[in-house]
């Protein structure tokens, strides 16, 4: 049974820094595209990042320049650093693998505010 489990989300003032984190059980990740996406009431999930098998990295434009993606194929994990965070950041964030219809976590929430 695939199992994703992001933690790392809560609340902090704009201009601050998060790092979210996921974990997967069940599967490798070696093989496969990991990304992070995010959603707030009303709208479609969206992508906020990818990185793909052999590293390579595609980011949302309203992130780039302020959010890093990692992964590490050893540990099984996949981490978002988030910096220079925004109100209009904030939203549930959800791990993926292997895209729209692969995998989900349960979501973690970020919360910019001062």
């Known amino acids: 049974q695939v199992q994703l489990v992001e933690s790392g989300g809560g609340l902090v003032q704009p201009g601050g820094s998060l790092r979210l984190s996921c974990i997967v059980s069940g599967t490798i990740i070696r093989f496969n595209t990991m990304g992070w996406y995010r959603q707030t009431p009303n709208k479609e999930r969206e992508l906020v990042a990818d990185i793909t098998n052999t590293g390579h990295t595609n980011y949302a434009d309203s992130v780039n320049g302020r959010f890093t993606i990692s992964r590490d194929n050893a540990e099984n994990t996949v981490d978002l650093q988030m910096s220079s965070l925004k109100p209009e950041d904030t939203a549930v964030y959800y791990c993926?693998?292997?895209?729209?219809?692969?995998?989900w976590g349960q979501g973690t929430q970020v919360t910019v505010s001062s």
């Open positions: 993926n693998l292997g895209g729209v219809v692969g995998y």
